[in-house]
């Protein structure tokens, strides 16, 4: 009787879902591997590519498991977490990010059965923690340095690590290409770590063999004032400006107010702005400076007075093309034409306006510092390029990481085959439990292969046997 007058005790807020042990792991696998379905099919060569609908009516296509994932609205808590390893992927390395989700997904689904039959999960870990340790041990030994070999050998093996990560792209028609221009890219920034050095311009329209690469700076012409037509569009070896400053007559942005007791003092405050403004304009041209750019508006009249001096100007340039030409050029980006000296001047050996599609560019090439590339990509509808884009980025991150972790293995699902034998054979020397779970580890590793011949829609038993087959013959 005393037990029942007991009043319950209400910890968690009403309508929590307390659901745990080992129904909820359980559940919590069938939410992974779910996930890890939906981008399954996108490995590859020969994988497909995603139509990614949202709720604002953007469409996306694309074949990056880190663009799906991010895309896929996941709101259990168990799945999101794949989705922070395809990001985190995608941010370190830049390429694997569909095979990072497959293979997390797997080993899952690999230790389910010894979940539902009572198994505890540290047990699990501990052996899977093992196995890992081996399997990066035994990458270790695999793997291949590409230091120490001439230039152009670097270049080749680069190129064929772009091409790797290109060929299960859309633009995989392309791949060597695109492998050529990426490895050039990269070897234009140099050592330095900013990756926002090599921009990408995308100009609809053309094939995508007419796009190109610039060993320095492009950026779309900006918006422009009458006079712009007389300016030239062509220098070699030019200086050029580059302001944080507008250039033009304005009017005053609280409301100043100016009491005059004489009339005739009204016109020296007129001639006084424009006094201003021609001051500004006298000191650029003394300046010596051939080109001008600015990140804020060049007027009318800057623009016809700059005209008039043979010198080509651009206002409103993105902040990140006015630093990038900074970078390339050696320039300063300068917040006043006070005592502009030459050392804040960047130059470059040819500067030009061009035509390229519907779009006119302006291409500073035969930059002093280097350490900047853009490049320039055409093709036919948006969503295509915006792909192409996305493809470039995975490209231009692994040859980034190759210069840096300089050892590569096998592609293609055999390492993935490799490691699987050795822990097979490794795990038969364990007594225990144990055993079962590195083999089931091994078993896992076999993922990768496996769906890359159900996306070529070969059988995939059968050549994973013949695979297992050759991994098991010694190497001559």
């Not at 006079?227 to 005053?252: A, M, T, Y």
Request: charged share 25%; hydrophobic share 40%.
């Amino acid at each position: 009787m005393a037990a029942m007058m007991q009043p319950q005790i209400i910890l968690l807020k009403e309508g929590t879902d307390t659901s745990q042990g080992k129904a909820q792991l359980v559940s919590n696998i069938n939410a992974c591997t779910a996930v890890a379905d939906v981008v399954r099919s996108t490995l590859g060569p020969r994988g497909m590519d995603k139509l990614i609908h949202d709720d604002k009516g953007t469409v996306t296509i694309s074949n990056d498991g880190a663009t799906i994932m991010k895309l896929l609205d996941i709101v259990h808590p168990a799945a999101k977490i794949l989705v922070d390893i395809a990001k985190s992927q995608d941010s370190e390395v830049g390429d694997g990010t569909t095979t990072v989700v497959l293979l997390a997904a797997e080993f899952l689904r690999e230790a389910k059965p010894f979940i539902e039959d009572g198994v505890h999960p540290q047990n699990l870990i501990r052996s899977f923690r093992n196995a890992s340790y081996k399997a990066i041990q035994k990458v270790k030994e695999l793997a291949k340095s590409i230091e120490g070999q001439s230039l152009e050998e670097k270049k080749r093996l680069l190129s064929k690590c772009a091409a790797t990560t290109l060929s299960s792209k859309l633009i995989g028609g392309e791949k060597e290409f695109f492998a050529s221009m990426v490895v050039d890219a990269v070897g234009a920034i140099g050592d330095g770590d900013r990756l926002n050095m090599i921009g990408i311009k995308k100009v609809p329209g053309g094939t995508m063999r007419d796009s190109f690469l610039v060993n320095g700076v492009a950026f779309k012409k900006t918006f422009s004032y009458a006079g712009f037509e007389q300016q030239p569009k062509k220098f070699l070896n030019p200086k050029i400006l580059l302001l944080n400053i507008e250039l033009e007559l304005k009017s005053e942005k609280e409301n100043a107010e100016i009491r005059l007791s004489d009339p005739s003092q009204y016109q020296s405050i007129v001639d006084a702005e424009w006094n201003i403004i021609y001051d500004k304009l006298d000191k650029c041209v003394q300046s010596g400076a051939k080109v001008v750019l600015s990140r804020l508006a060049i007027g009318d009249l800057a623009t016809q007075y700059f005209a008039d001096r043979d010198i080509f100007c651009a206002g409103r340039v993105a902040e990140e093309d006015l630093l990038r030409v900074a970078a390339a050029t050696g320039g300063t980006v300068q917040t006043s034409v006070n005592n502009v000296v030459d050392e804040v001047l960047g130059t470059c050996e040819h500067f030009e306006e061009r035509q390229v599609g519907n779009e006119r560019f302006n291409i500073f090439s035969g930059c002093p510092s280097g350490r900047t590339a853009t490049i320039v990509l055409r093709g036919g509808a948006d969503q295509f390029i915006e792909e192409a884009e996305r493809s470039l980025h995975d490209a231009i991150m692994i040859v980034r990481r190759a210069t840096k972790n300089s050892t590569v293995v096998a592609g293609g699902g055999a390492i993935d085959m490799e490691i699987s034998k050795y822990l097979r054979q490794e795990s038969r020397a364990i007594a225990g439990k144990s055993q079962f779970f590195i083999n089931s580890y091994a078993k896992a590793l076999e993922v990768i292969p496996r769906q890359l011949c159900d996306n070529a829609g070969f059988d995939a038993t059968d050549v994973l046997n013949k695979l297992r087959q050759k991994h098991a013959l010694p190497t001559g």
